[in-house]
């Protein structure tokens, strides 16, 4: 089997995309002020959370959760609810006949592993290790794990989301055709481990309120004099 690529070594010249954080990172932070990581979820919580929040948006995740929640009072009533019922409770989520079986898939895979329903287990094992247990579940991929590893557990792991994707490709942190999955490994080298809670969410923040999709708003952003896209929108302009 051949060995997967380093995602580092698909990204050239990564000392200068390096140097262009501590500007960055600064802005951000003089717009949306300093953050300290804090716990909002346990792991199993955040864990199904992200499950029901791949390709929709916060507002119908949190409705299936809660509905999700209110219908079944334990992990154990949801592993063996029928699938039918399961799936009617986590339908705001959209995509309810995948993401129903994959959580009970989970539950399963927890519960055989720990003996109970609870990961936090994965707080005593390598971090690499951690993402990799993580990702063998079923639907799980990179930013999932992140993700719950960074939220739930305090540790050092960068998500990666659409809005990061996007904004670190305009930025320049990231190479234009580098995937999302290989993003992860890629902002793990570019910010300090003890900042990725922190600018992980300014810059999802930046990206709802600033550089938006469709037409980012260049004449009001705080970090255009480091972004390679604003410097090739004007020296065409």
Sequence with gaps: MARRRNPLDKVDNLEARKAKYAPVAAALTEVYGELDWSRNQDGMDELISCILSQSTNDTNRDRAFARLKERFPSWDAVRFAALDDLIDAVRPAGLANQKAPRIQSALEVIFEKAGEYSIDFLND?????????????KGIGPKTAAIVLCFAYGRPAFPVDTHIYRVSKRIGFLPEKLSADDAHPVMEAIAPPEDYYQFHIQLIQHGRDTCHARKPVCGRCAISEACDFFAAASAVS
């Design 125 to 137: 094992l390598p971090l690499d290790e951690a993402k990799a247990w993580l990702v063998s579940l």
